[in-house]
């Protein structure tokens, strides 16, 4: 296939050219010079120039993350898309291993049984495992609150909470609770969020460590 004159067909092209295109875009903002790759890879997975002011992240946020990875720690998502989009070269790297409950017999089970949410039990089963360190929450408001409720209990203690859940009912709301629980944390304020943003912010931490 010919190289179009209006397309850029290489794929590393394709993300090089958007990465200049995002950085013209956002030179009205003062970002962090830390936080700044992590920003821009959400917008580049969105096309969303809104989440240059809707992220926020406490400031021991990146900095403990990335002594997480490096000892190799075990990541909780919410959702089996969220691994899906992990880059596992990266994770295989750092013997990093990402893991998600809720499809989990006992899990669901449990759930039905007690007339709660599956990602609710998820939380609390991983919650029990001290190797889960980050915890990626991009889908569900109630896994996010139910993580600021064991942490007040000191039944966890996360280097990282990323709370991105997207929607209406409690979205927001959950993402407040994390920014008030004293853990740290990387969000999205607002509805805005979703298991792609999720993958993002921890894509960009993860590639930021290799460089």
């Given at each position: 296939?010919?190289?179009?004159?209006?397309?850029?067909?290489?794929?590393?092209?394709?993300?090089?050219?958007?990465?200049?295109?995002?950085?013209?875009?956002?030179?009205?903002?003062?970002?962090?010079e830390d936080?700044?790759?992590?920003?821009?890879?959400?917008?580049?997975?969105?096309?969303d120039f809104e989440?240059?002011?809707?992220?926020?992240?406490?400031?021991?946020?990146?900095?403990n993350?990335q002594?997480?990875?490096k000892?190799?720690?075990?990541?909780?998502?919410?959702?089996?898309?969220?691994?899906?989009?992990?880059?596992?070269?990266?994770?295989?790297?750092?013997?990093?291993?990402?893991k998600?409950?809720?499809?989990?017999?006992?899990?669901?089970?449990?759930?039905?049984?007690?007339?709660?949410?599956?990602?609710?039990?998820?939380?609390d089963?991983?919650?029990?495992d001290?190797s889960?360190?980050?915890?990626v929450?991009?889908?569900?408001?109630?896994?996010?609150?139910?993580?600021?409720?064991?942490?007040?209990?000191?039944?966890?203690?996360?280097?990282?909470?990323?709370?991105v859940?997207?929607?209406?009912?409690?979205?927001?709301?959950?993402?407040?609770?994390?920014?008030d629980?004293?853990?740290?944390?990387?969000?999205?304020?607002?509805?805005k969020?979703?298991?792609?943003?999720?993958?993002?912010?921890l894509?960009?931490?993860?590639?930021?460590?290799?460089?």
């Amino acid at each position: 296939m010919e190289k179009s004159n209006y397309i850029i067909l290489n794929p590393q092209g394709i993300e090089t050219e958007s990465m200049q295109i995002i950085s013209r875009e956002l030179m009205h903002l003062s970002l962090p010079e830390d936080l700044a790759p992590i920003i821009k890879r959400v917008i580049h997975t969105t096309a969303d120039f809104e989440y240059g002011q809707l992220f926020e992240a406490h400031p021991d946020a990146l900095a403990n993350a990335q002594k997480a990875i490096k000892v190799g720690c075990n990541i909780y998502t919410d959702t089996s898309m969220i691994i899906a989009g992990l880059s596992k070269p990266s994770l295989a790297k750092y013997a990093c291993d990402a893991k998600c409950f809720v499809h989990d017999e006992g899990v669901k089970t449990e759930a039905k049984a007690k007339g709660i949410t599956r990602s609710i039990v998820g939380i609390d089963k991983a919650s029990s495992d001290k190797s889960f360190k980050i915890f990626v929450i991009g889908n569900a408001p109630t896994a996010l609150v139910r993580l600021c409720e064991l942490y007040k209990e000191g039944v966890v203690k996360p280097d990282l909470v990323i709370g991105v859940p997207v929607g209406f009912v409690g979205a927001a709301e959950s993402k407040d609770m994390l920014r008030d629980s004293g853990m740290p944390y990387m969000l999205v304020r607002g509805r805005k969020g979703g298991s792609t943003v999720g993958v993002a912010i921890l894509n960009a931490i993860l590639y930021g460590l290799g460089k």
